[in-house]
Nanobody, 125 residues
């Protein structure tokens, strides 16, 4: 499956952005999806994950209550709504997909087979 992330940009602290990840090539609703991020000089870290049906989600503690992951299987797209953004949220955000854990989800980047190209999110203070 090919993944294309979009929606990043520059926003002030307290602002919002919605990232999108469009999938093509295979049956999207067979895949659990996740969002990860990588700040300069840091390792890639888990942000949020969603099961193939959308019934289960999981968030990193650092974004819980501010970010929401969702998916529209009819549009082959997964979203990450980011509210109350903080400067420490600045990073390149990647979407990823896997069918190794269906019907569940996973927070481990090593479980994900497919990755998008990343989209930059910059939050100014």
């Amino acid at each position: 499956v090919q993944l294309q992330a979009s929606g990043g940009g520059l926003v002030q602290a307290g602002g919002s952005l919605r990232l999108s990840c469009a999938a093509s090539g295979r049956t999207f609703n067979n895949y659990a999806m996740g969002w990860f991020r990588q700040a300069p000089g840091k390792e890639r870290e888990f942000v949020a994950a969603i099961s193939w049906s959308g019934s289960s989600t999981y968030y990193a503690d650092s974004v819980k209550g501010r970010f929401t992951i969702s998916r529209d299987n009819a549009k082959n797209t997964v979203y990450l709504q980011m509210n109350n953004l903080k400067p420490e949220d600045t990073a390149v955000y990647y979407c990823a997909g896997t069918n190794r854990v269906v019907p569940g989800l996973t927070i481990s980047l090593h479980d994900y087979e497919y990755w998008g190209q990343g989209t930059q999110v910059t939050v100014s203070s």
